[in-house]
């Protein structure tokens, strides 16, 4: 067993916005009850001391937290690479400047598409003028700047005018990250895959910008995992290099593990490194012991690792399946009818889209803060 | 917030030559891993941990020291890490767009 590298903090399901494609989970009244401040400097001084050396502070919307300041200045005492994944919502220069001073190191801000409306009609909210300026603060401060674009039926066609306004903002880094199929994007999944025809013309687009901005940007693209011939090696395999720790305090391997059959680990009841070490949310698919066949036998099972877990539980129930991506497993036919519904003519065109609720404020009941 | 699992499209190393003086992207960050007592590289999606001639490189590249000097420092401390070696390490971390060049 390693050290794990990064943290995955999830300060909050709460956000502003109400993104389809979001990968939170549905029952999201259930994380209400959120860690405290101490809670959370406690998990990032246990963390640093297992061998982490990222930060990710996300959600939701964490600069809902009135404490991530104070979050950030802790883990940057911690000497942690701190990381801010942010809709920009609330991203005011005052904040901007605190959070700067207080030591954090990089800013990733998504938008929804390439202009106003189409954006804040997939965002639910208007936001779009809001993320441009906040993407220009960021520059402004000094700050390396992640530009993020969840790909889907609905902007994929507006790769290339994505692109010029990464150009436009001076984003270091670009990333353009077709939809994983989890949460509230799972729910929106018919309504969200794109056709092939257009994931073909979006690569093109971005085979041509890598080559022209060669210099000046760093542009990752994350395939659609559909119509590929094999799974993701996801999160470089279950509980290997990283964690996430959810608001209201659970571990899991990935963001995405909280729908699985598997008993809950807690920081409020344990401290991270034992978590880590033993509770079976991270034990259960560690390593390829567990691995069913074809997995078993493929040379390419310390690559992929059968792909991700989530994925085989909710498209076949059961988490300890091969990958349905993967076009050895036995499941791939449930992959395969969802692309090929896809791409019919016939299909029923975005009338399914359930936006996940937007919550600005606090659930009822909740811990107080601080 | 997604688990993002990550496709390059770049090509995986660039031409240096002895006249360029690299030094870390902005978003890059030469660091020290308590646990692991290793030198290492920290960057918004990836770490990369060292190993010590990786490591020396690194310290290095400042973006004022060329990649010819970096080689004859590293020469006079390790007696002889080749310039081969030197160009290909830096080559691939520019490709990653971890490291980036400044010439003349
Ligand atoms: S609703 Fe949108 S901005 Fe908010 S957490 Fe989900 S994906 Fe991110
Ligand atoms: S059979 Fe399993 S290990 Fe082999 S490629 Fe498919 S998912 Fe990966």
């Known amino acids: 067993m390693d050290s ?11 956000c502003p916005l109400a993104c389809p494609y979001c990968s939170n989970p549905l029952n999201l009244a259930d994380y209400g009850d959120e860690l405290t401040t101490g809670d959370w400097m406690r ?8 061998g982490v050396l990222q930060c990710h502070l996300s959600g939701g919307e964490p600069l809902l937290r009135r404490d991530l300041v104070e979050i950030v200045a802790h883990a940057h005492l911690l000497g942690l690479y701190t990381n801010l994944i942010t809709s920009a919502v609330g991203f005011s220069r005052p904040r901007a400047e605190l959070l700067r001073t207080a030591g954090l190191d990089h800013v990733q801000i998504s938008i929804q598409a390439d202009e106003p409306a189409r954006s804040d009609r997939i965002a639910g909210v208007p936001s779009f003028r809001r993320k441009v300026e906040a993407m220009g603060l960021v520059k402004e401060l000094g700050w390396p700047l992640t530009m993020n674009v969840v790909l889907h039926r609905y902007n994929i066609g507006h790769v290339a005018e994505v692109l010029a306004l990464a150009e436009e903002v001076g984003a270091d880094r670009v990333e353009l990250a077709n939809t994983q199929y989890y949460g509230w994007a799972w729910r929106n999944r018919a309504a969200l895959l794109p056709s092939r025809a257009q994931l073909a013309a979006a690569e093109e687009v971005v085979r041509a910008a890598v080559e022209r901005l060669r210099d000046r940007m760093d542009i990752v693209y994350v395939i659609p995992d559909y119509y590929s011939r094999y799974p993701k090696p996801c999160m470089g395999g279950w509980a290997s290099r990283q964690l996430t720790v959810t608001p209201n305090g659970d571990v899991l391997p990935c963001p995405a593990a909280q729908s699985l059959p598997l008993p809950r680990a807690s920081v409020r009841e344990e401290p991270l490194e034992r978590i880590w070490a033993e509770a079976p949310v991270m034990t259960a698919f560690r390593g390829t012991d567990w691995m069913p066949e074809p997995c078993r036998g493929c040379p390419r099972r310390e690559v992929d690792f059968g792909g991700c877990r989530c994925q085989a539980f909710l498209l076949t129930g059961d988490p300890a399946r091969t990958d349905p991506v993967c076009h050895l497993s036995p499941d791939h036919e449930l992959v395969e009818r969802a692309v090929t519904a896809a791409n019919s003519e016939r299909r029923p065109r975005g009338s399914a889209l359930v936006p996940r609720p937007h919550q600005a404020r606090r659930p009822v009941g909740p811990r107080q803060v601080r | 917030m997604d688990p993002t699992p990550l496709t390059r499209t770049r090509p995986s190393t660039a031409e240096v030559s002895g006249t360029d003086r690299p030094r870390p992207a902005r978003h890059v960050r030469l660091d020290y891993s308590r646990t692991r007592q290793r030198r290492i590289l920290l960057h918004p999606e990836a770490v990369v941990v060292l190993n010590g001639t990786g490591a ?27 310039e081969e070696e030197v160009r290909r390490f830096v080559g691939r971390l520019v490709a990653r767009r971890w490291l980036e060049l400044s010439d003349g």
């Not at chain 1, 794990?4 to 709460?14: D, N, Q």
């Not at chain 2, 310290?59 to 080749?82: F, K, Q």
């Open chain 1, 4 to 14: 794990p590298f990064g943290l995955l903090a999830e300060l909050t399901y709460r």
């Open chain 1, 43 to 50: 998990v990032l001084t246990e963390a640093g001391d297992l």
């Open chain 2, 56 to 82: 020396a490189i690194l310290e290095l590249c400042d973006g004022r020291h060329t990649v010819a000097e970096i080689v004859s420092e590293l020469g006079t401390r390790y007696r002889g890490v080749p």
